[in-house]
């Protein structure tokens, strides 16, 4: 009999315990800001080793000092975002960088010959299981205030012409 209690009783801890902390992040419908008209813009490096990249920017305004701007998603990466102070708002910037493409592999039956080659890299800032299901013209934006991590969808966003780097003139 005190087996049974014992099960019960760890059976309710664990069922309060697993349902009290959940990991699933949720998007914020009212948010302690406003968001103004954000806009994405693609930019290209002059080299080809510079890679390629979208840059978005999110115009907010009426901040409340408690908040705290922490990451970005954005086509399956996340990354840290900077803030400028903008007009009687603050700029957010989130600067999502593409791999550059991969160099030539030399394949040779011959194991020697193929020391040259490099391991394939992950990309640091791709989510392996993308927490949120939005649509191109969408980001995803991380907050922090009372301690707390909140997520706010940003739609609509506008696309800017791209930003082609040129490369230095070779003497």
């Known amino acids: ?36 008209v954000a806009t994405v813009q693609e930019w290209m490096g002059g080299k080809e080793e510079s890679g390629t990249g979208h ?28 803030t400028e102070s903008h007009g009687n708002g603050l700029m957010i910037k989130g600067n999502f960088t593409l791999a550059p493409q991969k160099p030539d592999i030399i394949m040779h039956a011959d194991p020697k010959k193929e020391v040259g080659n490099q391991p394939p890299s992950l990309q640091e800032n791709s989510v392996k299981d993308f927490p949120f299901d939005h649509k191109p013209q969408e980001a995803v934006l991380s907050y922090i205030i009372k301690n707390r991590v909140k997520y706010v969808k940003i739609s609509g966003m506008k696309e800017k012409s791209p930003l082609i780097y040129s490369t230095k003139p070779k003497n």
């Open 55 to 82: 840059l978005v920017s999110v115009p907010v305004l009426n901040i409340t000092k408690d908040v705290r701007f922490q990451e970005m998603f954005y086509h399956g990466q996340v990354v840290q975002v900077t």
């Open 1 to 36: 009999m005190k087996s049974i209690k014992t099960n019960i009783l760890n059976f309710l801890i664990l069922s309060i315990g697993l349902t009290s902390c959940s990991s699933q992040k949720t998007l914020q419908t009212e948010v302690p800001f406003e968001i103004g």
